[in-house]
Every structure is written in C-alpha cells, then in structure tokens.
C-alpha cells in the first residue's frame, strides 16, 4: 500500500523559532506534495505544494524542501507565530490515479509566546 | 460566495441505521473525494469521483455507498454494515483540467447515540 510517513507526531516551539516537519514517501509514481494546514474542527487548507522537478519551494514563512532521490520532503515554518498552532499534514499524489491523496498522520504544532 | 458546503456539522446515528452526508460545491469542480479522518490519524480516502455517474473505491470504501446524479454534489451514506462509524468526515473537490490541489469542506462530525 502507497505510504507517507509523517514526523514529528506533536512539536513545540518558542515564538520565533523555526518549526520543521518531514515526511518520506515510498512511490516514486508520485508527482505532486501539498501540505495542509488544520485548525480544531474545521477543513485542511492548502498552505504550498511542490512538484518533483524542483527542490525548493518558498512562499511567505513557509518553505518545502523535496529531495527526490531519498524520497523525502519537509516543511519549514521561519519566524513561527502562535497563530501557526494546528495540525499540519503532508500529502503525495499522482495524476494518472485521479489525484488521490495519500495523507501522513499529521503534526500537531504549538507554538509557546 | 464560491465554495465547498457539508452538512449537518454534527450528525448522530443510531444502531443500525443509515444516515447520508451532504455535500455540495459551486466551483465547477469535476473531481470530488470523501475522506475519513480520525484522532492521531491522517485522512484516509473512502471514494472519489471524477465525473457525473462514476465513482470508484478509495482505501476504506467498505460499509459506505456513494453517488453523483450531479456535478455539483457527493453524498455519502454511511450505512449500517460500518460499525465504527464515529468519525471526522471530509469533502474536497478538485478542477482536474487546471491540475489544482484539492480543496475541502468544513466537515461533518459523525457521532453513535
């Protein structure tokens, strides 16, 4: 069965710190990672997506960074706020299977003011 | 106002019974997902639908049913054969011909009286 792994399970960082969260993934057919963004009760948002032909995907504090060959991927939270506390989740998909999300078990991260 | 709508938020199900999640979409999305999602668990995928009067089985399609009579929506019926039907339930739906990332609902919380 197609796999993410997802690490850490919780973590807790100071105001300002930098938060990081990797995720490893088993099928190499996969071509898109999204991580999602989860606040209690509500819907995963899309916070940034990357696709295997690049290495490094910035947007605002948030980073990706994708290492095809050792299958892995991360995301990387600069100047982490206390409104950053929620659960973050990465996922892998592949066009040709209907974009069917593969989802990791999820991050819960707190971060302390 | 675009968007993704379930409901009820909250939904409880007696022994035995059937009960069926709403959910609806304004975007003109052609792709929509159900997904399940439990504590300490990432989401796992119960059946998509990339076009009107087709569907296909996610990972835990057993004990579920589905149908798309129209595109803009994908209920789910969670029937009697699911025994452990408390759950997180998510809806996200997908425009395929812009290869976006999906975009999901606010969920509904199914509970067993």
């Known amino acids: 069965q197609q796999q993410v792994k997802q690490s850490p399970q919780s973590l807790i960082v100071q105001k300002g710190g930098i938060s990081i969260i990797n995720c490893a993934y088993e099928?190499?057919?996969?071509?898109?990672f999204p991580w999602y963004q989860q606040f209690p009760g509500k819907g995963p948002a899309l916070l940034i997506a990357i696709r295997p032909d690049v290495s490094e995907k910035k947007e605002g504090r948030f980073t990706i960074s994708f290492n095809k060959s050792a299958k892995q991927f991360s995301l990387h939270i600069m100047d982490s706020q206390p409104g950053d506390s929620a659960t973050y989740f990465c996922a892998a998909s592949k066009e040709t299977s209907g974009s069917r999300l593969t989802f990791g078990e999820g991050t819960q991260l707190t971060v302390n003011p | 106002d675009g968007g993704i709508t379930q409901s009820p938020k909250y939904l409880f199900r007696k022994e035995g019974q059937n009960v069926t999640l709403s959910c609806e979409q304004n975007?003109?999305?052609?792709?929509m997902y159900w997904y399940r999602q439990d504590p300490g668990q990432g989401l796992r995928l119960i059946y998509y639908?990339?076009?009107?009067?087709?569907?296909q089985k996610g990972d835990i399609a057993e004990g579920y049913s589905v149908s798309r009579e129209k595109k803009e929506s994908f209920p789910l019926t969670v029937t009697s054969a699911q025994k452990n039907p408390t759950a997180f339930y998510l809806c996200a739906s997908r425009d395929i011909a812009s290869k976006e990332t999906q975009y999901f609902g606010p969920g509904t919380r199914l509970l067993v009286l």
């Open positions: 975007l003109n999305h052609d792709a």
């Open positions: 099928n190499t057919a996969f071509d898109y």
């Open positions: 639908s990339q076009i009107v009067n087709d569907f």
